[in-house]
């Protein structure tokens, strides 16, 4: 059974930093692309970064470039994301999501590309 757990989400003040974790299980991982996303009460998903299965490859959404780093280790199933400079409207839950299609490129940015995801873990950032 695959499963995606993410870890790492809690309060910060305004300028602050957090790394969250995705903890890939039940599949191999190495040759999917895996992405991010996130949800704020009552607005849409949106997309924040995905990552190639090499991780050679990165994309951000406009509104966290230059302040958040997605990252992947192949040999723990792990992917990861350092936000830095936190602002009050990066608030929401973040999800981890991966796209289990062999080598894709460039990773996807739609949601509806990714076949799994995780139960997500809230940030919440204070002013």
């Known amino acids: 059974q695959v499963q995606l757990v993410e870890s790492g989400g809690g309060l910060v003040q305004a300028g602050g930093s957090l790394r969250l974790s995705c903890a890939a299980s039940?599949?191999?991982?190495?040759?999917?692309?895996m992405g991010w996303f996130r949800q704020a009460p009552g607005k849409e998903r949106e997309f924040v970064a995905a990552?190639?299965?090499?991780?050679?490859?990165?994309v951000y959404g406009d509104s966290v470039k230059g302040r958040f780093t997605i990252s992947r280790d192949n040999a723990k199933n792990t992917e990861y994301l350092q936000m830095s400079s936190l602002k009050p409207e990066d608030t929401a839950v973040y999800y981890c999501?991966?796209?289990?299609?062999?080598?894709?490129?460039?990773?996807?940015?739609?949601?509806?590309?990714?076949?799994?995801w995780g139960q997500g873990t809230q940030v919440t950032v204070s002013s």
């Open positions: 999501a991966a796209d289990m299609s062999d080598y894709v490129h460039p990773p996807p940015t739609a949601w509806a590309k990714y076949d799994y």
């Open positions: 039940g599949r191999t991982f190495s040759r999917a692309a």
């Open positions: 990552i190639s299965w090499s991780g050679g490859t990165t």
